[in-house]
């Protein structure tokens, strides 16, 4: 993955990921004062509501944003009869100012997401290394795809916006502690695998052993990142639902 930033673009690789290496720096800083910041949030009301103002805020800011991102781009290949796979298959260098202009978005976008963690660690919970790979993972591959211009990253991206929409819709409803929404927290974790399954192959009716080796190299680590992404997303879903599900009938 770094190989591909560093072939293309080199100043723009070496911001990316001393950006990434400063988000996993200050989360394990903010891990080591964790039972103070947990104090604050049991003990402070004025802290607590500064928490749920700053959360509500993310989460509905990223449900604007994704819905807009997933409705930019599905109208763009509506009017330009375009098909998810056709798109995906074209090798050569992303050029329309309305691709680059979201993806570059989306791209930045992953940056934003971090606030997830450090909403996280502002409530003195640990940050999971699921978290830390998914989100440092996501803006490097996305920025790659970014920097080469490859609309291999349009599929993704049309996905991952999809998804988020109701990701961070279901973030906000949470905030309420409203016992029915909680019950969709599972159905969210199993709609992040599908997308990435669904990504992954769909890869392969998309010819891309036949495009440049830039983006044949992009979507090589795209689709390990991805596939990565799956295994633990699937630990995290076992561990989490369905051995709980098993305890309780026991």
């Known amino acids: 993955m770094i190989y591909v930033f560093v072939r293309h673009e080199s ?8 950006v990434c290496l400063a988000y996993i720096g200050i989360g394990h ?48 290949l ?22 680059i202009r979201v993806v570059s978005l989306f791209a930045f976008s992953k940056v934003w997401e ?15 290394f699921l978290q830390e790979f998914h989100h440092t993972g996501a803006y490097l591959v996305w920025r790659a795809g ?30 309420t502690k409203n016992s029915f929404v909680r019950r969709f927290r599972p159905v969210m974790t199993a709609a992040q695998i599908i997308q990435l399954v669904v990504g992954n192959v769909s890869i392969f009716f998309a010819d891309f052993w036949k495009k440049s080796v830039s983006c044949m190299l992009f979507e090589v680590c795209f689709v390990s990142y991805a596939w990565v992404l799956v295994v633990l997303f699937g630990v995290f879903f076992s561990e989490n639902y369905l051995r709980v599900k098993t305890k309780k009938r026991v």
């Open 11 to 18: 100043k723009h690789s070496m911001s990316s990921v001393a």
């Open 29 to 76: 800083l903010v891990k080591t004062r964790r039972t103070v910041f947990q104090s604050m949030y049991d003990d402070s009301t004025a802290y607590r509501r500064a928490h749920t103002i700053v959360a509500a805020v993310h989460n509905t800011a990223m449900v604007a944003f994704s819905a807009w991102t997933f409705l930019t781009l599905t109208s763009y």
């Open 78 to 99: 509506y009017k330009s009869d375009l098909s998810l796979i056709s798109i995906h298959k074209r090798d050569f260098p992303m050029a329309d100012p309305i691709l």
């Open 114 to 128: 971090f606030m997830d963690t450090f909403l996280l660690l502002a409530r003195g919970r640990p940050a999971s």
């Open 146 to 175: 970014l920097d080469m211009r490859c609309h291999g990253v349009i599929l993704p991206t049309i996905f991952n916006s999809f998804i988020h929409t109701f990701m961070y819709a279901y973030y906000l409803s949470s905030m």
